[in-house]
């Protein structure tokens, strides 16, 4: 079974002070790890897709990385406008059709 | 930019009472996806649509939910009779599956059921 775990659940941050969130996954095959971003009411807004370990995708403060077993997902210099839940998903090779298995996702907090 | 719409935004009703969701999609997408989330569970896959064919609903109770593409413009999610346990934000998200590498998919606002 595909299992996805976000680690930390919660983080609080001070505007410019760097940080990264985990996601470690265990699957069978990876067809793909996508991160996405939710804000309050709103449904998840896409982020990044990665497909192969060493693979990495940067925009504008974040940048997320992959290994065989984790990515993370690094935000650099945050503002409070990245509040917000970020979460995890990957997507197997064997998997019929496209589902996803998603983390329970990590609350970031920049305080100004 | 294009949007996956979701109708309504809210809903409060009373246990025993059905409720339907409506979901359209992103046009020229291909598959669509019902998600429900909670504190407890996180976002949970109900069940999926390629080409308006169900493709696996097994997340879904069956005995009191139904998921349908009557035309591929539309999508619904229906619970009958509604139970105090199924209130949630519910989530429809559509993508582009095309072989190989499969595009990401994109979400609505939800749904968000309260069943009294």
């Known amino acids: 079974e595909d299992q996805v775990t976000q680690s930390p659940e919660a983080l609080r941050l001070q505007e410019g002070e760097s940080s990264s969130l985990n996601c470690s996954y265990t699957?069978?095959?990876?067809?793909?790890l996508f991160w996405y971003r939710q804000d309050p009411g709103k449904g998840p807004e896409f982020l990044f897709t990665l497909y192969s370990a060493g693979e990495e995708k940067e925009k504008e403060r974040l940048k997320a990385t992959l290994t065989k077993k984790e990515s993370f997902l690094h935000i650099t210099a945050p503002k409070p406008e990245d509040s917000a839940t970020y979460l995890c998903?990957?997507?197997?090779?064997?998997?019929?059709?496209?589902?996803?298995?998603f983390g329970e996702g990590t609350q970031l907090t920049v305080n100004p | 930019d294009a949007r996956v719409t979701q109708t309504p935004r809210h809903k409060v009703t009373e246990m025993g009472q059905e409720v339907t969701m409506r979901c359209q999609p992103i046009?020229?997408?291909?598959?669509v996806f019902w998600y429900r989330q909670t504190m407890m569970q996180g976002l949970e896959l109900l069940a999926y649509f390629r080409n308006r064919a169900p493709l696996d609903d097994s997340g879904m109770p069956k005995d009191r939910f139904s998921a349908e593409m009557p035309d591929a413009t539309l999508a619904t999610l229906k619970i009958q009779p509604s139970e105090p346990r199924d209130s949630a934000v519910y989530f429809c998200?559509?993508?582009?599956?095309?072989?190989?590498?499969?595009?990401?998919?994109?979400f609505g606002d939800g749904t968000r059921l309260s069943i009294l």
């Open positions: 699957v069978s095959g990876l067809r793909g």
């Open positions: 046009l020229g997408h291909n598959t």
């Open positions: 998903a990957v997507q197997a090779r064997e998997t019929s059709g496209s589902r996803l298995t």
């Open positions: 998200a559509s993508g582009l599956v095309l072989g190989g590498r499969n595009q990401p998919q994109h």
